[in-house]
């Protein structure tokens, strides 16, 4: 596939951004959030998969489905059988194969992106994340943020924490094989969040178990590591929420729950994943 034949709707047809969704009530501004997500995906004609777990499933997606022109599909978290936010993860991705099947799009010619549903700006940038792997340069993209937005549209404590995790694992990267010597690899925006991977490769998540951010990364690691997987980033103008900046900057409850990230990461990604063997 060549470059110039990647027009926007090609695009469109040949990806499905994933994401997952927990809301004990609607009056959160996560809620409202999510559902820019949902209306953005559709102007934009991106097919939008949500697996959500909240207790008033029903209405939560028909608000989320409600004018989306059959761009927004959405799933009940299926809890027996996918738990956690890992788990919510895997049901998204594996309802994202099955829409290309359905579709006739061939997994090897289709891309599948995460992100979480308040980042409603990530969908402005999905053609720029995705290109790279339809027209067959990379496997996996991690995009990273424009740092002067970054800087400017996070609460300020999150800027900090997640530099200084994207450093450490930058620094762990570097001694693994696989990462040395790809170029665009050396310096990935690992706690952004967002990451974009070929559909064919989508048994690396559907295998990986794991139930918190690690199951995020932990498959592309393993991918780049063990089976050779491009792996590239895009830098991309995302604008973060002003609402979330609002909300979260300079609240002991946010820095502690980045602590919890960090520690959980550091461990799960970095010093099992990650460290010299």
């Given at each position: ?16 951004v ?6 004990p ?21 991106i097919?939008?998969?949500?697996v959500d777990?909240?207790?008033?499933h ?22 027996e ?33 995460f ?8 969908i ?64 990935l ?8 991977f ?8 559907l ?21 050779d ?16 900046k ?31 063997r």
């Amino acid at each position: 596939m060549t470059m110039a034949k990647l027009t926007k709707e090609k695009v469109s047809q040949r990806t499905c951004v994933v994401t997952v969704t927990y809301y004990p009530n609607t009056s959160d501004i996560r809620f409202y959030l999510a559902l820019q997500l949902c209306k953005l995906a559709a102007h934009h004609k991106i097919h939008l998969i949500i697996v959500d777990g909240s207790p008033d499933h029903a209405a939560i997606r028909d608000q989320f489905q409600d004018g989306s022109d059959g761009h927004v599909h959405v799933f009940e978290q299926d809890v027996e059988h996918y738990s956690g936010k890992g788990g919510s993860l895997r049901q998204a991705i594996g309802k994202a194969t099955e829409w290309f099947r359905e579709n006739n799009v061939p997994v090897n010619d289709a891309a599948i992106c995460f992100t979480e549903p308040e980042k409603v700006d990530l969908i402005n940038h999905v053609r720029d994340i995705v290109e790279p792997i339809l027209d067959g340069r990379a496997h996996v993209i991690v995009p990273t943020r424009n740092d002067d937005l970054f800087r400017e549209t996070y609460p300020m404590e999150q800027y900090h924490s997640e530099s200084f995790g994207n450093m450490h694992f930058n620094l762990l990267a570097r001694q693994v094989e696989g990462f040395q010597n790809q170029q665009g690899a050396e310096k990935l925006d690992w706690l952004f969040g967002p990451f974009a991977f070929n559909a064919k490769l989508a048994s690396g998540w559907l295998n990986y178990k794991g139930i918190s951010w690690d199951a995020q990364m932990v498959p592309y690691v393993r991918g780049v590591r063990n089976h050779d997987w491009r792996i590239m980033s895009v830098t991309v103008g995302f604008r973060h929420p002003k609402e979330m900046k609002e909300q979260e900057e300079g609240d002991p409850v946010w820095t502690t729950k980045r602590l919890t990230q960090l520690n959980l990461l550091f461990d799960l990604l970095g010093k099992k994943e990650l460290s010299s063997r």
